[in-house]
């Protein structure tokens, strides 16, 4: 029988006066942690020693940082102020709107540039939060000199694609442009970029040949810094260099030479809870679709975390957590709010609702997560959702060194 208005209309009444509790919010009294689904610790000192790494790995090289999508999932503003207290001075974001949110927590001294550049008439806002534009095809040009006329010199990044078709001005639209653009003094060139196609795979001819044509670029604009290497060309080595390197996977963990021993810390850690455990029978068919049949009798643990959070449907193939460092596979489909473990494997005490599976950590990294949902850990990453309770392991007090 449904509910009379009347009743539903004191049932809400009730509630309100019980969340309207004077002297006291009953949320916020509890601890965060203790009620959270799901944790995901982000060690910003593990951040800091990979940028330090790779700014070693690339002297004399300026080693600059790319925080774009909010810092590939993870918090571009503690993350950069982290950076920004360990000496790194030179920060990439995709869009003017990272730019902006970026500049509030950086102070003008620390260079922001924005890969995207200027879309038609946004040039104003870049001068007035002191962002850099990447200029990627003479439409921004035109921007940004339609802007200097009126607002004085202002610095700008050129983009040259030397050889991905994505952005930059075509090396013809480079030659058009070069002179009047060496002696334009409105135009402050704070580098010339361009980028790899394919830096991920050392073997790759077009590496090389994208750093003859890089090279070519340059002896045109020879007082310009040069910069082509993102984390993977870093690896490449030193010719790969030039004057200032641009990583930003590499900082986060992912493994920037594929196939070989990463060199980089594991910088995230996620854990999910345990909602419900259950015993089940032989020929039980798990989660939506049955598309899981128990094999044996075994037991299940029922954990929150789902699509919704980023873990990716695709884990329903072959992904899988750790519960006290014993692997537990996960089974059937991946749920928007909710997956199932097999923890057959664990002892009955360790997999109890309230405690939790490790998804992602040292030993399952974001690499292990990204090849068994048949991606990368790009997009493991930056998938991560917004409702996981965040914390920052702090960076320790630093010392500038790049
Ligand atoms: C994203 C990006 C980078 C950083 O690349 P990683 O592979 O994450 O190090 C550098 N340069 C450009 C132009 C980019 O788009």
């Known amino acids: ?42 060690d910003l000192a593990g951040i800091v020693a990979n940028w330090r790494d790779l700014a070693a790995a690339s002297t004399p090289a300026t080693c600059a940082a790319v925080v774009k999508a909010d810092g590939y999932g993870l918090g571009a503003a503690p993350i950069a102020a982290a950076l920004a207290a360990a000496g790194c001075r030179r920060f990439f974001v995709a869009t003017l709107d990272e730019g902006l ?27 007035d939060a002191r962002l850099v534009p990447v200029l990627n095809d003479p439409e921004q040009i035109a921007e940004w000199r339609r802007v200097t006329a009126v607002r004085g010199p202002g610095p700008a990044i050129r983009h040259i694609d030397t050889g991905m078709a994505r952005l930059g001005l075509t ?34 001819p077009l590496n090389r040949e994208q750093r003859a044509r890089f090279v070519d670029l340059r002896h045109k604009m020879p007082a310009v810094p040069a910069s082509l290497a993102a984390s993977s060309g870093i690896f490449l080595g030193p010719e790969y260099h030039f004057d200032l390197v641009r990583p930003g996977a590499a900082l986060y963990g992912v493994n920037p030479r594929p196939g070989q021993p990463n060199p980089m810390r ?16 032989a020929g039980q068919t798990v989660g939506y679709g049955a598309t899981h049949v128990m094999a044996a ?11 919704a959070d980023g873990w990716l449907r695709s884990f329903g193939r ?59 850990g790009y997009e493991i990453l930056t998938a991560l959702g917004r409702r996981y309770h965040r914390t920052y392991r702090p960076a320790t007090a630093a010392t500038p060194s790049c």
């Open 266 to 281: 594991q910088i995230v850690r996620l854990k999910a809870r345990i909602l419900q455990v259950r015993d089940v029978d």
């Open 1 to 42: 029988m449904p509910l009379s208005t009347k009743a539903v209309n004191e049932w809400a009444d009730g509630m309100a006066i019980k969340l309207v509790v004077p002297g006291a919010d009953p949320v916020a009294a509890r601890d965060p942690v203790e009620r959270a689904s799901a944790i995901l610790e982000i």
């Open 318 to 376: 072959r992904g899988g957590g750790s519960i006290g460092g014993v692997r537990v596979p996960l089974i059937g489909r991946v749920s928007m709010d909710l997956v199932v473990f097999d923890v057959s494997a664990v002892a009955p005490a360790a997999a109890r609702p309230g405690g939790f599976v490790e998804l992602l950590g040292d030993e399952y990294g974001v690499d292990a997560a990204a090849a068994d949902a048949g991606t990368i």
């Open 171 to 204: 090396l013809r639209e480079f030659e058009r442009h070069a002179d009047e653009l060496r002696r334009d003094p409105r135009f402050r060139w704070r580098a010339i970029m361009s980028h790899l196609a394919c830096a991920d795979d050392p073997a790759h």
């Open 297 to 307: 009798a075994g037991r299940l643990a029922t954990v929150a975390v789902g699509y």
């Open 101 to 127: 949110a970026l500049r509030r927590h950086l102070p003008v001294s620390i260079e922001i540039a924005v890969l995207n550049g200027p879309l038609p008439g946004s040039g104003d806002e870049f001068v």
